[in-house]
């Protein structure tokens, strides 16, 4: 021992200390500890040293820590040190960091209340509970209910879950979960609906039961026993409740921040509805009972909504709404009277004030008067022996009998709740067994403990003693198993507690003799208390400071109880003439009803009581008196001890398991974990006490195995034997000196607490050890490595080194040289430069000397030629000046003369003047003037007229002044005559001369302007047209684009309707699969629905009861199938409907109940489907209308386009008419000087080219005229296109038109423009087709003359006929949609018919009593059932009747034949008569020689066929001997003759003979793969027959000429594919289930537990549940169990020639089975989520997939199923710490949802102590970054999914007439035709 304290308490060992605020803190030794030292040495978590004094007197030590490997474990137990730090650090990791709220400890599970909504409850986690070992999967609610269930049903022995915990820890949650876990395992949640009524009950019970307090919002203020009955199949039948112990005293008092009862509130609030106005209800806090506690409001919850709640429940539980009104009066009463106010009249008496409103509508509401309720409240009645007597009650009194009535009325008021509940959920059937769940308060004490926490805690003390000795009895059956010595435990044994409380003179019996006497009181009971136990009992004592109280030590903690009140309490008595006065009640009966079995309750003493009590007291009459005193004697204490004694009775009647629930907090925080209140409720509640008998004794415990697997690296090579256990006692009695340290069983080893940890840590060293080895090792090899890295790279370096340096020796002597050479010629270069620089400089100086003597002679020569210049300038200007003065000076002379002259002539002229010869003279020589001017003016208007001409704006101008001119000419000359006027008008015309003169030159100058503007304009207009010419070249350009990009835009719109095309069918076939999975689902409901009712038929067959009425027929096929019947079944209706009847009179509610929930599940999911089908079909009509916008939107943009190209084509005809004439008229206006003259050879070339352009222009005339009418009928063409199109259409392909190579493809392009040009100008030279695909094929030149042609538009015109035509096929394939949408829309509308009626139906049921209903509903199916059949045999009559007239015309027309055909031989008939006659087409059964593939048989031998064919035969023969799908040739062969022979009733029997034969077979043999593979095949075979042979042209592709001449000819057997292909989806279904049940055993074993690696996984120490080992032992199962299991489901296959994608399609499920339950198992397992696991499980996938690869399934799909198993296993491997390691983890894990995620982070543990735990931190990196995903919450997958199936039609090259039927199959009877 001392060795192994110094080994552990070393430097840096963690251990635990007590701390005031955490309870227990950890810290880590700075030293090691010797033996005798007094204190430790230690470092806190935050750093932080202290020092640890030891107990001197114990020298106890500090709890050590577990090893990080072992903290957060699924079992307490499993710890290595089991301690109270240990097992609150392990719950706090597992609650806080991983979110797990379910932990075992032992045989104890503990439920911490997370305070948040869990995805943790549904049914997959249902589902992967079911069946499974407890120490399997992770702590759960599931799994503890699951041992309940699986130990009811295996020891057939009951058992009860025990669920206790204090207030807000969730008990009634677990209750309800537990309870939700039945119904749904048992196979009775959609029958019995059980948990449905109680979980409807919830609501009633939390209502009338439940109340605020200062710890929980919805504390239950009772204890409640709920047992749920099973019959002999364990289904549940049944419930029943028991309720202990309902706080009556709630009704009258609450303490502060508490409330009453939920249902005063309730109603409180919905005082405003119409039906509660009678109430006269207020606000809660208008009434006494509900403002106490001053919070009448809970924050978050809508007590009107409650109140509706409850009200619904009440529905569903019966209670009608007239029973409902009278419990609200009640209630309702209870809170008037609550208000009813009483005074002093004195000291000794009280009065109630007159018409008090309160109790006014008190008495109103309950029906009695208001005078007797007065008097009785303020009085009483007291009787002796010989008189009567009545007092008044002092105010006190009164208002203490007031509340005493209140509670009474309350506590009625909830059991006949309670009974009520019962009845709803008791059944007639007998109960096998039951499982019992308690919900029961837990341990309590508060500051101020009265009465009710002390039966409480009582009630605990008999629930922990319980659970000891159960505990005890555990571990004691284990040791005696395992055969170890057996030592006694030690545990706390709480008998002498118990004895204090209920013995003979214990607290209770006191309590009641105190309540027995005339005078008893509290005080008193006080005192007897002391003096009886406080000398004789260490476990009872006297508080120091008070003498009303006492305290008992509790085996929790130690509880002081107040004496106040406990008598009162106790006695909990009533005034009788009260209850008298309510019984008198004539106006309410459920009043009546509640106090009908009570009788006058007084005190035991016959005094009045005080205060209330708990419970009522319920005394029968009996004949004397002194018997009913004693009655009247028994207390609440004696009746709840009585009611304790029998539930512990029947607790240890059962097997226990116990649940204890924690409160973490108390201010309801989510994940929130307060150490001391977790502590406080873990002592209170006995986990602790379970960890201290399990670590007393040998709480770890290993098998061989697993010991050896853990703890091999503790062995030598040497150590290890063939005997594991052998060995292991070996390694221990090495390893553990101490042999009292452990003990060996028979089949595990058993350790001491400490022992694993000693072990573990002994590992821990080795491994440290062998890893400091290896990084010895492996640092030595990398340094060495370096090293020699390092040599290398230095000798490298000097290399490069000494090369380098020889490099620059060699280089500077080079450069030396180089030098030297450059000296020389740099120094004879400078020498010689220096040399020519004073050479320059020499001839320089010589040529400036030089230059500046020739300047200076030259400046003086020039010098001297200038001032001669100037000299003689100057010479000869003043000669000028001489003259120029003379000169004027005789001018001025001459002037001066001139002058005098003038003047003297000046007067003779005045002189002459005079006269009237001079006048004359002067006259005429002004005519000749004028005539002078005339003439001149003439010639300047002749002038002008020219100028005019040349000018063009100018001519009208000068003609009109040339007029005025004229004009005044005239004038003038008028003027003549007047002598006296011409002399004046000589002066006007010299002015007039000389004004023209100056508008003549006016008129120069405008003409050389508008010349100037002339040429500008010319240049201008020159520029203009070039560039007009450059815009016509850019034009055309933009043309052509524009041409190209039409073109790509029509490409793309094909492409983009390709796409949308594409992505509208995947939509389609998702919707498609959707719909297939629905409709599967619906078939496997309706086959399940048929072997019930089968069932029910064989039930009602087996009584041998007759009655009239009729039998339901069996629905063994769809309805499609229903018209083909036997004739003989109407016959035997009537045989056993009478027995029916009868049978289903005795028939439970189960399937009334299960009928209506199937309705209702039927009708929303046909409202589902219908509403979905209408978003489908909206969706569909947007795309269609999207679709058609877009076709019509580029049929426009190529309408433009064309105009366009139209209107281009007109302009282009005009410019080349216009060039043709301008040529023309070149040519002959040039004829003369052109060397080509007309006549000419040149000339008559060009002519003829020219008149061939115009003929090819007319043509294209022509072509624009065929366009603007081909345009108008392609308009109208698709105006009315859809109204053409039909239905019947074949579909065919879109094809690229590109793809459109030889001539013929090009052809069907071009026929619909070439059909348009019939004109005659144009047909003379058709277009040659092979030369317009040459065209298209040739070089882009060739392009260029195509386009000039007009040949490659017409192409273009053909591809768009082409598109247009695709388009058209494609819109046929959507109205085939818009049909096959319709016909379900009819579908639909059918089931919605059926469905209204049915609703109708139970509608009408529902208000019939159970009983009628049961009854009504079974006949009106019966009635249904036989009308149906009534009018299918009119059908038949109806069909037989036409059938014998048919036959008697096929007679006739077969004789009128016989006779046409001899009248043709004779000659005797015309053709003309042939035509006239009505001919039907006949078959005629004729013998033919060769074998036509046929085979015939008697009606009397069918039944024989089908036995020897369906029912006897073996698959294995078959498959082995036999070609694959035999027996499905066969019955097709002689389905092929009834249909030769023109058989109706042959076909019909045989189809529905083979149908309901396969069925049989299927039912009987289910659970055989090969069979159901076997069938499965032949039914998919036989299906493909009948495809292949029906005659339609979508199956007879790939059939051969002789088998096409084998099609049906007669019938139509679509309706009878379709019931088969259901009957195929069926068995498909049965071998999917039947594969699962043989897979689902082997998945968990072989992909999860089994080391296919071995070494890698680790095993951790495991707790009291036991665990699967991952070991392989004998019979377990490894994932070679699981491919050898597939190879043989593949074979097997194979062999009875199953279709290979329908192989594929078992393959995908079988792998998503497998992915999915390996998933499942893997988030709910903790010890199964580490890194070691995930690289077995991808290892395990590798493996799976290399079993695709051999079999050539990797295309099939499986291997994506499996894609979140790959995705978890990755998630397990990869680094978990950085913000990168989470973005990795996002982007990699897209197949698992987010909650799946975290789970496995959560669950994340590591092996061994080298790996680390996944940080809080991190996960909510991850749940961060994940928010944003659009998923379903759900956190594990369906495993009960199955993937639609489909069959693809596989015809068979089989030819029928080669088909021998081997002797073995005993069909002899079978003749070949």
Request: aromatic share 8%; glycine share 4%; charged share 30%.
């Amino acid at each position: 021992m001392n060795r192994e304290l110094e080994y552990m308490f070393v430097e840096r060992a963690r251990v635990w200390i007590p701390d005031a605020e955490e309870v227990w803190k950890s810290a880590e030794l700075n030293k090691d500890y010797k033996n005798g030292d007094a204190s430790l040495v230690l470092m806190l978590e935050d750093g932080t040293n202290i020092e640890h004094k030891l107990d001197p007197k114990t020298k106890n030590l500090p709890y050590l820590r577990n090893p990080d490997i072992l903290v957060g474990e699924n079992d307490l137990t499993a710890l290595s040190y089991l301690h109270e730090p240990a097992v609150l650090h392990n719950l706090k990791v597992r609650f806080v960091d991983s979110k797990l709220i379910y932990t075992y400890c032992g045989i104890v599970l503990v439920a911490i209340n997370p305070y948040e909504t869990l995805p943790i409850y549904g049914t997959d986690i249902i589902n992967a509970y079911s069946g499974q070992n407890m120490g399997d999967m992770d702590p759960h609610i599931f799994a503890v209910a699951e041992e309940a269930y699986k130990q009811m049903a295996r020891d057939e022995r009951n058992q009860s879950i025990i669920v206790s915990g204090e207030s807000g820890a969730g008990k009634t949650v677990s209750a309800k979960y537990a309870m939700r876990y039945f119904a749904t395992v048992s196979g009775s949640a959609s029958e019995a609906n059980v948990e449905q009524k109680v979980l409807a009950s919830n609501p009633i019970m939390e209502a009338i039961g439940n109340a605020k307090t200062t710890r929980n919002d919805n504390s239950s203020r009772f204890g409640k026993y709920i047992e749920i009955g099973f019959d002999t199949r364990f289904r549940i039948i049944g419930a029943n409740m028991r309720t202990y112990l309902l706080e009556k005293s709630r009704v009258v008092f609450q303490a502060d921040e508490e409330r009453n009862y939920h249902i005063f509130y309730q109603l409180c609030a919905s005082s405003h509805l119409p039906e509660f106005k009678t109430l006269k209800l207020s606000s809660a806090n208008d009434f006494l009972y509900t403002r106490q506690g001053r919070s009448p409001v809970i924050v978050g919850v809508d007590d009107t909504k409650e109140l509706n709640a409850t009200r619904n429940a009440f529905m569903l539980l019966g209670i009608n709404e007239s029973y409902q009104m009278g419990l609200f009066r009640v209630l309702a009463a209870i809170l008037h009277l609550g208000n009813v106010e009483i005074k002093d009249r004195d000291s000794d008496s009280s009065v109630i004030a007159p018409n008090n409103r309160h109790l006014t509508a008190f008495c109103e509401l309950v029906g009695v008067t208001y005078q007797d309720m007065t008097q009785w409240l303020c009085h009483r009645k007291l009787k002796t022996a010989a008189e009567t007597y009545i007092k008044p009650l002092p105010r006190l009194q009164a208002t203490n009998a007031r509340d005493a009535l209140s509670k009474h009325i309350y506590a009625k008021l909830f059991n006949w709740i309670v009974e009520h509940v019962n009845k709803a959920l008791i059944t007639n059937v007998k109960q096998h067994s039951f499982i019992g769940v308690l919900d029961i308060y837990g341990f309590e004490t508060f500051e101020i403990n009265s009465f009710e926490q002390f039966c409480i805690n009582y009630a605990n003390e008999k629930l922990q003693q319980q659970f000891n000795m159960h505990v005890f009895k555990l571990e004691q059956e284990e040791y005696m198993k395992e055969q170890i010595p057996w030592t006694l435990i030690d545990f706390y044994d709480n008998q002498p507690c118990i004895n204090l409380i209920e013995a003979k003179m214990g607290i209770l019996d006191l309590l009641d003799e105190e309540c027995k006497m005339p005078k008893g009181s509290d005080d008193s009971w006080a005192q007897k208390l002391y003096n009886t136990h406080l000398k004789t009992c260490s476990l009872f004592e006297k508080p120091r400071m008070s003498n009303r109280a006492f305290i008992i030590q509790h085996f929790a903690d130690k509880v002081e109880y107040q004496c106040d009140g406990f008598l009162e309490k106790n006695k909990d008595t009533v005034n009788e003439e009260q209850i008298n006065v309510l019984k008198a009640s004539k106006k309410f009966d459920l009043l009546v009803e509640l106090f009908q079995d009570e009788h006058p309750a007084t005190s035991p003493t016959g005094q009045v009581a005080g205060t209330g009590g708990r419970t009522r007291l319920s005394i029968k009459p009996d004949k004397s008196r002194e018997k009913s005193s004693k009655e009247h004697k028994k207390t609440v204490g004696c009746q709840f001890r009585n009611s304790l004694q029998m539930l512990m009775e029947t607790l240890n009647a059962t097997t226990p398991h116990y649940v204890r629930c924690i409160k973490p907090n108390d201010f309801k925080l989510a994940f929130t974990f307060d150490p001391k209140r977790a502590v406080q409720q873990l002592r209170a509640c006995g986990v602790l006490e379970t960890i201290r008998i399990s670590a007393a004794g040998f709480p770890s415990r290993w098998t061989y195995q697993e010991f050896f697997s853990r703890y091999r690296v503790l062995m030598k090579q040497k150590d290890v034997l063939p005997d594991k256990r052998l060995t292991c006692r070996n390694v221990l009695e090495k390893l553990v000196e101490d042999q009292d340290k452990y003990q060996f069983g028979k089949t595990k080893i058993f350790f001491r607490a400490g022992q694993v940890a000693y072990l573990e840590k002994l590992r821990a060293d080795k491994l440290r050890a062998a890893c400091i080895r290896i990084q010895k090792t492996i640092r030595c090899w990398l340094a060495r490595k370096k090293y020699l890295r390092k040599r290398c790279a230095a000798i490298t370096i000097q290399r490069f080194t000494r090369g380098y340096q020889a490099r620059c020796l060699a280089k500077f002597m080079r450069r030396s040289q180089a030098a030297t050479v450059i000296q020389k010629y740099q120094r004879m270069c400078v020498e010689k430069k220096r040399y020519r620089q004073k050479q320059a400089a020499a001839l320089a100086m010589q040529t400036i000397l030089r230059g500046y003597m020739a300047r200076q002679k030259y400046q003086g020569l020039l010098r001297q030629h200038m001032a001669v210049i100037i000299q003689k300038r100057i010479r000869g200007w003043l000669a000028r000046c001489w003259y120029k003065r003379c000169l004027e000076s005789i001018v001025y002379l001459q002037c001066c003369i001139r002058r005098m002259r003038a003047r003297r002539e000046l007067k003779k002229l005045k002189i002459e003047a005079r006269s009237v010869e001079h006048f004359k003279k002067l006259n005429k020589g002004m005519e000749n003037k004028i005539m002078q001017l005339q003439r001149k003016v003439d010639e300047q208007s002749k002038e002008m007229r020219l100028t005019n001409e040349r000018l063009n704006g100018l001519e009208t101008s000068y003609s009109a002044e040339s007029e005025r001119m004229r004009g005044e000419l005239s004038r003038l000359r008028g003027v003549e005559e007047d002598a006296k006027n011409k002399t004046i008008q000589v002066t006007s015309l010299l002015e007039e001369l000389e004004r023209l003169r100056k508008e003549l030159s006016v008129t120069q100058k405008e003409k050389k302007t508008i010349e100037d503007w002339a040429h500008t304009y010319r240049n201008e207009m020159e520029k203009m047209v070039s560039e007009l010419k450059e815009q016509n070249g850019s034009l055309k350009k933009d043309k052509d684009d524009l041409n190209r990009l039409i073109q790509e835009q029509s490409q793309q719109m094909t492409e983009k309707m390709a796409r949308a095309i594409a992505e509208e069918t995947q939509q389609l076939e998702t919707d498609l699969n959707e719909e297939r999975s629905r409709y599967q689902n619906l078939l496997t409901e309706h086959l399940r629905l048929e072997e019930k009712y089968d069932d029910l038929k064989e039930v009602a067959l087996s009584s041998n009861v007759s009655k009239p009425g009729h039998r339901r027929t069996d629905s063994t096929h769809s309805s499609n199938e229903s018209e083909y019947t036997y004739n003989s079944e109407y016959a035997e209706l009537e045989e056993g409907s009478r027995a029916a009847e009868d049978v289903t009179r005795g028939i439970d509610t189960s399937l009334t109940l299960k009928l209506q929930k199937r309705l209702t599940e039927l009708e929303q999911e046909k409202q589902s489907l219908r509403n979905e089908l209408e978003n489908k079909e909206d969706q569909f009509q947007r795309a269609r209308a999207r679709d058609d916008a877009e076709f019509k939107k580029a049929r426009g943009a190529e309408l433009e386009y064309e105009s366009l190209k139209r209107q281009e084509l007109e302009s282009e005809n005009k410019k080349l008419k216009h060039n043709l004439a301008e040529m023309r008229q070149s040519l002959l206006g040039n004829a003369a000087t052109n060397s080509g003259a007309p006549g000419s050879p040149a000339y008559k070339v060009l002519l003829d080219q020219l008149n061939s352009s115009c003929e090819e222009l007319d043509v294209r005339k022509e072509e624009v005229l065929i366009l603007r009418s081909q345009l108008v009928s392609q308009k109208e063409a698709m105006h009315h296109k859809d109204e053409k199109e039909t239905m019947t259409e074949p579909s065919v392909y879109v094809e690229d038109v590109s793809k459109l190579k030889d001539a013929d493809e090009i052809k069907q392009a071009y026929v619909g423009l070439k059909d348009t040009n019939r004109s005659p100008r144009f047909m003379h030279k058709p277009l040659d087709v092979n030369d317009l695909l040459s065209r298209l094929r040739s070089a882009a030149p060739d392009f260029h003359k195509l386009n000039e042609d007009g040949e490659l538009w017409l192409v273009n015109q053909g591809l768009k006929e082409t598109i247009r035509l695709l388009e058209h096929q494609l819109q046929t394939q959507r109205r085939g949609h818009d049909n096959e949408v319709e016909a379900l829309r009819g579908e639909l509308q059918n089931v919605k018919e059926e469905n209204n009626r049915q609703q109708q139906l139970l509608a009408q049921n529902l208000q019939l009593p159970p009983e009628a209903r049961i009854e009504a509903s079974l006949q009106h199916e019966i009635t249904r059932l036989t009308n149906e059949n009534l009018d299918l045999m009119e059908q038949l009559e109806k069909q037989d009747r036409t059938i014998r007239k048919l036959k008697k015309q096929l007679k006739v027309y077969s004789k009128r034949i016989g006779e046409m055909g001899a009248g043709q031989t004779e000659g005797q008939t015309s053709p003309g008569q042939m035509v006239d006659e009505p001919i039907h087409p006949v078959n005629i059964p004729r013998r033919e020689k060769d074998f036509q593939g046929m085979l015939e048989y008697k009606k009397e031998d069918e039944l024989k066929l089908v036995k020897n064919l369906i029912l006897e035969l073996k698959p294995r023969g078959v498959a082995v001997n036999l070609i694959p799908g035999l027996p499905a040739y066969i019955l097709f062969m002689c389905l092929r003759h009834a249909d030769y022979v023109n058989d109706d009733q042959k076909v019909r029997t045989l189809l529905t003979s083979t149908i309901n034969s396969i069925k049989k077979i299927l039912k009987k043999r289910g659970d055989d793969f090969e069979t159901v593979s076997f069938w499965l095949s032949n039914t998919c075979r036989f299906l493909h027959c009948l495809k292949q042979y029906s005659g339609d042209e979508a199956f007879m592709k790939h059939n051969t000429s002789r088998q096409n001449e084998h099609c049906l000819s007669n019938f139509d057997l679509a309706e009878y594919r379709q019931v088969i292909s259901d009957l195929a989806i069926q068995i498909y279904q049965q071998l999917i289930k039947c594969m699962e049940n043989i897979l689902h055993p082997m998945i968990v074993s072989g992909m999860l537990e089994h080391e296919t690696i071995q070494g890698v996984s680790g095993v951790k120490p495991t707790g009291l549940r036991k665990r699967t080992s991952s070991i392989a032992d004998e019979g377990t199962y490894t994932l070679d169990s699981i491919l050898r299991q597939l190879s043989a489901f593949h074979s097997t296959m194979c062999q009875h020639g199953t279709d290979p994608e329908l192989i594929k399609q078992v393959v995908k499920q079988q792998f998503y089975i497998i992915g999915a339950v390996t998933l499942n198992n893997l988030l709910l397992r903790k010890d199964m989520c580490s890194w070691s696991k995930g690289m077995q499980i991808r290892y395990n996938v590798s493996q799976l997939e290399e079993w695709l690869r051999d079999k050539g399934l990797m295309t099939c799909g499986a291997k994506e199923t499996l894609e979140p198993l790959i995705q978890a296993a990755q998630l397990l491997q990869v680094k978990k710490k950085t913000d990168e390691d989470a973005e990795a983890i996002c982007s990699m894990c897209q197949a698992l949802t987010t909650a799946q995620i975290v789970k496995v982070l959560n669950l994340y543990t590591p092996v061994n102590e080298f790996e680390e735990r996944v940080s809080v931190a991190f996960i909510r990196t991850i749940q961060t970054r994940l928010r944003d995903r659009c998923e379903s919450p759900q956190l594990l997958m369906d495993t009960k999914m199955i993937y639609p199936v489909t069959f693809p039609f596989n015809p068979s090259c089989l030819a029928l007439e080669t088909i021998q039927i081997p002797s073995s199959l005993q069909l002899g009877f079978l003749t070949r035709v």
